[in-house]
């Protein structure tokens, strides 16, 4: 059974920073994409950014050049690094990843997690 746990998030003022990490585990073969997905209170989820299995990259626009995505094959976890905070970035922040089992291949999600931006 495949697991997907995250940590991080919390309240930041604007222009903090914040760190997410969410690791997989159980009986994984290998994981494909993986990504970051957040949805604000009466809008969809949407994408914030992913990241390839070999490390490429994609990031809403709204994030560029503050969010950074991570990954570490060999741990099976991702991070999202969360800098220059914004009120608009206020969200619960989820985490998912393709995971190939022995069997078949799914999409897993993680438990979301509130990071609110406010002073």
């Known amino acids: 059974q495949v697991r997907i746990v995250g940590s991080g998030g919390g309240l930041v003022q604007p222009g903090g920073s914040l760190r997410r990490s969410c690791a997989a585990s159980g009986n994984i073969v290998s994981i494909y994409d993986r990504g970051w997905y957040r949805q604000a209170p009466g809008k969809q989820r949407e994408l914030v950014a992913a990241?390839?299995?070999?490390?490429?990259?994609n990031y809403a626009n709204s994030v560029k050049g503050r969010f950074t995505i991570s990954r570490d094959n060999a741990k099976n976890t991702v991070n999202l690094q969360m800098n220059s905070l914004k009120p608009e970035d206020t969200a619960v922040y989820y985490c998912n990843a393709d995971i190939v089992e022995h069997t078949a291949r799914n999409t897993y999600w993680g438990r979301g997690t509130q990071v609110t931006v406010s002073s």
């Open positions: 990241i390839t299995h070999g490390g490429t990259t």
